[in-house]
């Protein structure tokens, strides 16, 4: 057979992809080429590997290619798979919701410690958008009850799934509207990954978030203290305040705690040693 007819492999395939993608500037070129591949062939990672010289067939090749394209267009990883892991959950994520960001598994995990000396403690997720923190939580605290909300339907029609999805939707009620308008009742537990990128940040962005994700989630003036003290009349005494916040913003957020009256201010740094997370308690 000549070089021509030779068939494609996956190893092939493989090597192919990842210099295109990185000539597209894609960080982890090499990972997100497995990750297409493996989703577009329906096989483990490893098997990529054990399989590398088995040849694809057109079909296998139709199904992968668009995805890579939109992956070398720099749509995120997460769009382009549907789909995106958090924590335990794997969740569907699409255009409508913010990508789920590692440091708010650190936000969750804050949150977590926080409720878990409470039996059935009733939780407020301030813009749920998938819907990763809300479902955490009571994925991971058997009590646990979470009233989430967004402003966007769109994205509230995502959590909607994911809820269902993780068999958890009899133990979160989904509101729509701003911040905490329509929600009513007092909450042992408010917590908020609000928009808080300065928007003058936005065109320095890179092209994953500034061309596919919605500005509206990432882009915020204020949002961090407006929740704070948004959530004062819905926290009972004792009960906890937990954000996410912007790079540098730390302790400023801290400060304002303080003079909104919230004591046990603490700040805690994200895995790569950044103060991502600050929370009070309602004395
Ligand atoms: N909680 C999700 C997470 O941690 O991945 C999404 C966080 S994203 C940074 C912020 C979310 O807040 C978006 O889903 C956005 O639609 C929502 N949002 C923006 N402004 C809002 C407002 N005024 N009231 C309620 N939700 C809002
Ligand atoms: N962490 C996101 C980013 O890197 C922003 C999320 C937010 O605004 N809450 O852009």
Redesign the pocket.
């Known amino acids: 057979m000549s070089a021509i007819d030779r068939p494609v492999t996956i190893a092939d395939v493989l090597a192919r992809t990842t210099g295109y993608l990185e000539g597209k500037g894609v960080e982890n070129a090499r990972l997100d080429t497995e990750l297409i591949l493996s989703q577009a062939l329906g096989l483990p990672r490893i098997e990529l590997y054990t399989q590398h010289d088995r040849p694809l067939t057109e079909a296998e090749l139709a199904t992968a290619r668009p995805l890579v394209e939109r992956r070398g267009r720099r749509e995120p990883l997460a769009y382009v798979l549907g789909e995106w892991g958090f924590r335990k959950l794997m969740l569907k994520v699409d255009s409508n919701v ?1 990508v789920p ?1 590692p ?1 708010t598994e650190i936000v969750v995990e804050r949150c977590l410690a926080l409720i878990r000396e409470l039996e059935s403690p009733v939780v407020l997720d301030i813009g749920t958008g998938s819907g990763p923190i809300a479902l955490s939580i009571v994925s991971e605290h058997p009590g646990a009850r979470v009233v989430a909300t967004d402003i966007s339907e769109g994205a509230l029609a995502v959590a909607r799934e994911n809820a269902e999805r993780c068999g958890v939707a009899d133990r979160v009620e989904l509101v729509r509207g701003h911040l905490t308008a329509h929600v009513h009742g007092a909450f042992d537990l408010v917590v908020s ?5 300065p928007p003058g940040d936005w065109d320095s ?1 890179q092209p994953e ?1 500034r061309l596919y994700e919605p500005r509206e ?4 003036v204020g949002q961090t203290a407006a929740v704070a003290r948004r959530a004062l009349p819905l926290l009972v005494p004792g009960s906890w305040l937990v954000l ?1 916040v ?1 790079d540098g913003q730390a302790q400023e957020v801290a400060d304002e705690l303080g003079s909104l009256g919230y004591a046990d201010v603490r700040i805690t740094p994200d895995l790569a040693g950044r103060e991502r997370v600050v929370e009070g308690r309602w004395a």
């Open positions: 913010l960001r440091e990954n609000p928009p808080y990128v962005l978030i989630a990432v882009v915020g996410e912007g």
